[in-house]
Structures are given as structure tokens and as C-alpha cells.
């Protein structure tokens, strides 16, 4: 089954009792909106939210990538 959703999984899918939730904040750099947590040194990009495919292509915004404001 494929979910086209722009809505978390968090509120899709049931999450497990013992499971800690991280600090997240939706964030726009550069004109790129993206959901990022935080890190010891920074930020980590956990998704996307802008609409435009190019900042998909671009290897800055790789889910996973730590940025800093």
C-alpha cells in the first residue's frame, strides 16, 4: 500500500509506548522548507516539505544531512 501524504507517520501510524520523541521544528533555509531535529552541533534534516522538485535534486537537502541556522 503507497500513502500520498504530506501528514506525519506519527499521526498515521500508531507509534510504540516506549518509543522517545525528538525535538522537531519546521524550518525554511534558503527557501527550502524541510522538518528538522535537533543535534549536538546543529540541526538534522529528517524530510522535506517544499514543492518544487529541484530542492530534491539538490545534494544540501538530503534527508539526514546536518545543517546549521
Known sequence: ?????MMPEELI???QQDAVPKERKIISKEGVSM???SSGDGFQ???????????YMDARWLP???ISL
Do not use: A, C, N
Request: glycine share 4%; charged share 20%; aromatic share 8%.
Open 13 to 15: 501510524f500508531q507509534q
Open 64 to 66: 539526514g544531512s546536518k
Open 35 to 37: 522538518e528538522v531535529e
Open 1 to 5: 500500500m503507497i500513502l500520498y501524504t
Open 45 to 55: 534534516i529528517v524530510r522535506l516539505l517544499s514543492t518544487d522538485p529541484v530542492h
